[in-house]
């Protein structure tokens, strides 16, 4: 990533006050991996603000939110899986020697 560019979420998907924000990062040996963050939103004056805590009420929001940004990132992957696989595929064929007639 260039030098001073913020970094921003890949996905985000939000429920009334409940926000969840999909992050995509790489480890040491460039491997990639997502991790989740989810936001309460609030207004304080006339700023809005977040906070991780959640009140009885915001609880069915966040298991929602949760599980849309689970499901976005399996989805994600099946589909680098499939076309990893379909490259695989057609690699191995041009390979093959054709049958004898």
């Avoid at 006339?46 to 939110?65: A, F, I, N, S």
């Avoid at 099946?78 to 054709?98: F, L, T």
Wanted: proline fraction near 4%.
């Amino acid at each position: 990533m260039p030098k001073g560019k913020k970094n921003e979420p890949v996905h985000e998907y939000r429920l009334g006050r409940i926000l969840g924000l999909v992050w995509l990062n790489e480890n040491g040996e460039g491997r990639s991996f997502h991790n989740v963050q989810v936001f309460r939103l609030y207004k304080d004056g006339d700023k809005w603000e977040r906070t991780t805590t959640y009140g009885r009420d915001d609880l069915p929001l966040v298991c929602k939110v949760v599980d849309h940004c689970h499901t976005w990132i399996h989805e994600l992957w099946q589909d680098k899986d499939e076309a990893a696989s379909a490259e695989s595929d057609d690699d191995s064929a041009a390979c093959k020697k054709p049958a004898a007639a």
